[in-house]
């Protein structure tokens, strides 16, 4: 059978003007056209020819000897060549651009000439498109550990359970709800460590460094924000968590953990309401 997104060898069964007609067998019903620019020199009915089988624009089968950049189900980055009234073109290396439909992107619309992350998938109408909804086409089983560094792209944000990330942009990733100390927007590149593997094999990941080192960095970034302010930051370890999360990038705990190491040296000193440095 002749299938839609995919690499396949073909017989090719006759010739016409404007191109070739290829069958997968001799028996096969159905056929598909191979244009006449797309016929390699010298080929002739009986000869074998591998060719990817896509839609042209008036929605009909057409093979092509080209290859594209990604295949149906494959994920990967691709172009913005242009946004139009019913989404985005990708140019994935075919002479027809692939659609990335507006209700398959993230609230914030992608803009010509971005690179986005997307998976191919069949739309109702049988029709290759693109998604940014990569969650199933990523795989579970990478070669990662707990400690490894990675890096990946973010592909979802959620308020209840975090940020969900493609690593090497193939891999299931998620940083927690707990480790997410910013903002972050959909497809922007990140590094981060593996803090477990689950049991089905998807990663979780923290955007932090291992508490030995970052609670240094914590520290420094509480004496910035000070000297930022004069040397008052107007609330203490005792503030709502997200005022804590949104002023300084970490979470109550962290930032409980470097006042802690700043008071034992003597640096700050720490009220109710405020933290003042000591000079």
Request: hydrophobic share 35%; glycine share 6%; charged share 35%.
């Amino acid at each position: 059978m002749i299938e839609l997104g995919k690499k396949q060898t073909l017989i090719l069964m006759r010739t016409v003007s404007f191109g070739a007609y290829l069958k997968e067998s001799e028996d096969d019903a159905s056929e598909v056209l191979l244009p006449k620019a797309q016929i390699p020199a010298g080929a002739k009915k009986g000869d074998r020819i591998e060719v990817f089988v896509y839609k042209d624009s008036e929605d009909r089968p057409v093979a092509t000897t080209r290859e594209p950049k990604l295949s149906l189900h494959e994920i990967g980055r691709l172009p913005v060549k242009a946004v139009t009234r019913i989404g985005a073109f990708l140019d994935w290396g075919l002479e027809k651009d692939l659609l990335l439909p507006f209700h398959e992107q993230p609230k914030e619309r992608v803009k010509e000439n971005d690179e986005v992350l997307v998976a191919v998938y069949l739309d109702k109408s049988d029709r290759l498109c693109a998604t940014m909804n990569v969650y199933p086409y990523l795989e579970n089983k990478s070669p990662y550990r707990t400690g490894d560094e990675v890096e990946g792209t973010v592909y979802e944000t959620s308020g209840n359970f975090g940020v969900f990330v493609a690593v090497d942009d193939c891999y299931s990733a998620l940083i927690p709800k707990k480790e997410v100390v910013r903002e972050f927007r959909v497809g922007e590149k990140i590094k981060g460590r593996v803090t477990s593997v689950r049991p089905d094999g998807k990663l979780n990941l923290s955007v932090r460094e291992k508490a030995y080192l970052q609670i240094a960095a914590d520290t420094e970034k509480i004496l910035e924000k000070l000297k930022e302010n004069d040397g008052v930051l107007p609330f203490s370890e005792k503030a709502d968590p997200a005022l804590i999360r949104r002023e300084m990038g970490m979470s109550k705990n962290e930032f409980k953990r470097a006042l802690g190491r700043l008071l034992k040296e003597g640096r700050i000193r720490i009220g109710e309401t405020k933290v003042e440095e000591i000079l």
